[in-house]
Protein backbone atom coordinates (compact mmCIF):
# COMPACT_ATOMS: atom_id res chain seq x y z
CA UNK A 1 0.00 0.00 0.00
CA UNK A 2 1.15 3.63 -0.95
CA UNK A 3 -0.33 6.81 0.25
CA UNK A 4 0.20 10.37 -0.72
CA UNK A 5 -0.90 13.07 1.18
CA UNK A 6 -1.66 16.31 -0.20
CA UNK A 7 -3.64 19.50 0.70
CA UNK A 8 -1.64 21.48 3.20
CA UNK A 9 -0.72 24.95 3.09
CA UNK A 10 -0.54 28.05 4.98
CA UNK A 11 -3.74 29.61 6.53
CA UNK A 12 -5.09 32.15 8.60
CA UNK A 13 -6.34 31.37 11.93
CA UNK A 14 -10.10 30.51 11.83
CA UNK A 15 -9.38 29.43 8.52
CA UNK A 16 -10.35 25.56 6.97
CA UNK A 17 -8.40 23.33 4.85
CA UNK A 18 -9.00 19.94 3.62
CA UNK A 19 -6.47 17.17 3.46
CA UNK A 20 -6.39 14.61 1.19
CA UNK A 21 -4.81 10.88 1.11
CA UNK A 22 -4.80 8.80 -1.81
CA UNK A 23 -3.94 4.70 -1.97
CA UNK A 24 -2.64 2.54 -4.15
CA UNK A 25 -3.74 -1.42 -3.78
CA UNK A 26 -6.76 -3.08 -4.29
CA UNK A 27 -8.23 -3.46 -1.03
CA UNK A 28 -8.52 0.15 0.99
CA UNK A 29 -11.53 -0.87 1.70
CA UNK A 30 -10.29 -3.43 4.44
CA UNK A 31 -7.58 -1.28 5.92
CA UNK A 32 -8.94 1.41 8.63
CA UNK A 33 -7.08 4.72 8.47
CA UNK A 34 -6.07 6.91 10.70
CA UNK A 35 -4.32 11.05 10.52
CA UNK A 36 -1.72 11.83 12.92
CA UNK A 37 0.38 15.37 12.99
CA UNK A 38 3.31 16.02 14.51
CA UNK A 39 4.24 19.70 15.64
CA UNK A 40 8.67 20.87 15.25
CA UNK A 41 9.77 19.39 18.69
CA UNK A 42 6.85 17.72 19.51
CA UNK A 43 6.37 13.36 19.40
CA UNK A 44 3.56 12.33 16.39
CA UNK A 45 0.37 12.35 17.93
CA UNK A 46 -3.51 10.66 17.09
CA UNK A 47 -6.06 12.92 15.58
CA UNK A 48 -8.44 10.82 13.81
CA UNK A 49 -9.01 7.30 12.88
CA UNK A 50 -12.12 6.42 10.72
CA UNK A 51 -12.96 2.25 10.32
CA UNK A 52 -12.58 0.19 7.26
CA UNK A 53 -16.19 0.92 6.16
CA UNK A 54 -16.33 4.48 7.18
CA UNK A 55 -19.04 4.43 10.22
CA UNK A 56 -17.08 4.63 12.93
CA UNK A 57 -14.71 7.85 13.51
CA UNK A 58 -13.35 9.04 16.45
CA UNK A 59 -10.93 11.94 17.15
CA UNK A 60 -8.16 13.54 19.74
CA UNK A 61 -9.78 15.81 21.69
CA UNK A 62 -8.22 18.87 20.81
CA UNK A 63 -9.65 18.73 17.26
CA UNK A 64 -13.14 17.38 18.28
CA UNK A 65 -16.02 19.40 16.57
CA UNK A 66 -13.43 21.20 14.41
CA UNK A 67 -12.08 18.32 12.46
CA UNK A 68 -13.96 15.42 10.32
CA UNK A 69 -12.45 12.24 9.22
CA UNK A 70 -14.17 10.56 6.12
CA UNK A 71 -13.61 8.01 3.30
CA UNK A 72 -14.48 7.38 -0.18
CA UNK A 73 -13.61 3.27 -0.73
CA UNK A 74 -14.41 3.53 -4.55
CA UNK A 75 -12.35 6.22 -4.98
CA UNK A 76 -9.58 5.16 -2.51
CA UNK A 77 -9.46 8.21 -0.48
CA UNK A 78 -9.57 9.60 2.81
CA UNK A 79 -10.04 12.87 3.81
CA UNK A 80 -9.28 15.21 7.11
CA UNK A 81 -11.88 18.42 6.78
CA UNK A 82 -9.97 20.59 9.08
CA UNK A 83 -12.38 23.82 10.33
CA UNK A 84 -11.52 26.45 12.76
CA UNK A 85 -7.93 26.24 12.52
CA UNK A 86 -5.65 27.29 15.09
CA UNK A 87 -1.64 28.20 15.58
CA UNK A 88 -1.61 25.13 17.50
CA UNK A 89 -2.93 22.64 15.03
CA UNK A 90 0.63 23.61 12.85
CA UNK A 91 2.21 20.38 12.18
CA UNK A 92 3.09 18.32 9.39
CA UNK A 93 0.06 15.54 8.99
CA UNK A 94 0.39 12.13 7.83
CA UNK A 95 -2.08 9.43 6.69
CA UNK A 96 -1.99 5.58 7.67
CA UNK A 97 -3.55 2.49 6.66
CA UNK A 98 -3.86 -0.38 9.90
CA UNK A 99 -4.49 -3.85 8.16
CA UNK A 100 -5.12 -5.11 11.52
CA UNK A 101 -7.84 -3.91 13.18
CA UNK A 102 -11.74 -2.69 11.82
CA UNK A 103 -11.49 0.65 13.98
CA UNK A 104 -7.92 1.55 13.48
CA UNK A 105 -6.03 3.26 16.72
CA UNK A 106 -5.27 6.12 18.41
CA UNK A 107 -1.75 4.28 18.51
CA UNK A 108 0.91 5.30 15.86
CA UNK A 109 2.82 1.95 16.46
CA UNK A 110 -0.43 0.16 14.96
CA UNK A 111 -0.25 0.99 11.37
CA UNK A 112 1.45 -0.50 8.60
CA UNK A 113 1.79 2.24 5.96
CA UNK A 114 2.23 5.54 5.77
CA UNK A 115 2.05 8.93 3.58
CA UNK A 116 4.76 11.28 3.54
CA UNK A 117 3.23 14.04 5.20
CA UNK A 118 2.00 17.70 4.20
CA UNK A 119 2.75 20.67 6.35
CA UNK A 120 -0.31 22.52 7.26
CA UNK A 121 0.62 25.90 9.17
CA UNK A 122 -1.78 28.50 10.79
CA UNK A 123 -0.67 31.74 11.32
CA UNK A 124 -2.10 33.88 14.22
Known amino acids: VQLQASGGELVQAGGSLRLSCAAS????????MGWFRQAPGKEREFVAAISRSGIVTYYADSVKGRFTISRDNAKKMVYLQMNSLKPEDTAVYYC??????????????????WGQGTLVTVSS
Open 96 to 113: AADTDRTYGSRSDHEYDY
Open 25 to 32: GRTFSNYA
